[in-house]
């Protein structure tokens, strides 16, 4: 139940294309769901995040898809740069009173984009 | 700036040895985690610490030990360390438990155990 399940394991896009990494979850529990994006050598860094009250959150290219009733959220990276080559997490935890502030993570995503 | 500081950033080490590895934030943040990051499983939480004085066990806690006697520092203890606990370790802290979206990450600590 505090699983996050995350898919594709690597991805290969060329620039310009679109970039989608998806998530399922099965704790509706869960109530805030942020994407982190890490590049060789660093932490994670949040990159955008989103609650369940809304269905799409935009940062720039960047843009989180929220589907409660099937337990799942992607994010697509629009107009893919080499520079957004990375890995990337989704993660997931409950803010309610009884958090422990504990990111439940998934399994991550090596995007390459091609030049 | 504010930053998450982890030492050391390598360590390779033998089996059985005891090492510590420091984190310090200069945020002022009370909450406090580690996660250690593996291949294929992402980022699994290790330890936490709410506050000074006030830790407790993330889902990795076997082998390892916290401490957090200063707000700004939760070293990770590895007492008899084991060739299962090779991984890159990551602190991480944010102003509380329930800011979950300003959780700010160290740079990592890859720790080979021999």
């Known amino acids: 139940q505090q699983q996050v399940k995350q898919s594709p394991q690597s991805l290969i896009v060329q620039k310009g294309g679109i970039s989608i990494i998806n998530c399922a979850y099965e704790?509706?529990?869960?109530?805030?769901f942020p994407w982190y994006q890490q590049f060789p050598g660093k932490g994670p860094a949040l990159l955008i995040a989103i609650r369940p009250d809304v269905s799409e959150k935009k940062e720039g290219r960047f843009t989180i898809s929220f589907n409660k009733s099937a337990k799942q959220f992607s994010l697509h990276i629009m107009d893919s740069q080499p520079g957004d080559s990375a890995t990337y997490f989704c993660a997931a935890s409950n803010e309610g009173s009884s958090n422990t502030g504990k990111l439940i993570f998934g399994q991550g995503t090596t995007l390459q984009v091609k030049p | 700036e504010a930053q998450v500081t982890q030492n050391p950033r390598y360590l390779i080490t033998v089996t059985g040895k005891k090492l510590t590895v420091t984190c310090s934030q200069n945020m002022n943040h009370e909450y406090m985690s580690w996660y250690r990051q593996d291949p294929g499983l992402g980022l699994r939480q290790i330890y936490y610490s709410m506050n000074v004085e006030v830790t407790d066990k993330g889902d990795v806690p076997e082998g390892y030990k916290v401490s957090r006697k200063e707000k700004r520092n939760f070293p990770l203890i590895l007492e008899s360390p084991s060739p299962n606990q090779t991984s890159l370790y990551f602190c991480?802290?944010?102003?509380?438990?329930?800011?979950?979206?300003?959780?700010?990450f160290g740079p990592g600590t890859r720790l080979t155990v021999l």
């Open positions: 991480a802290s944010s102003r509380d438990r329930g800011y979950t979206d300003t959780q700010y």
């Open positions: 704790n509706t529990a869960f109530d805030y």
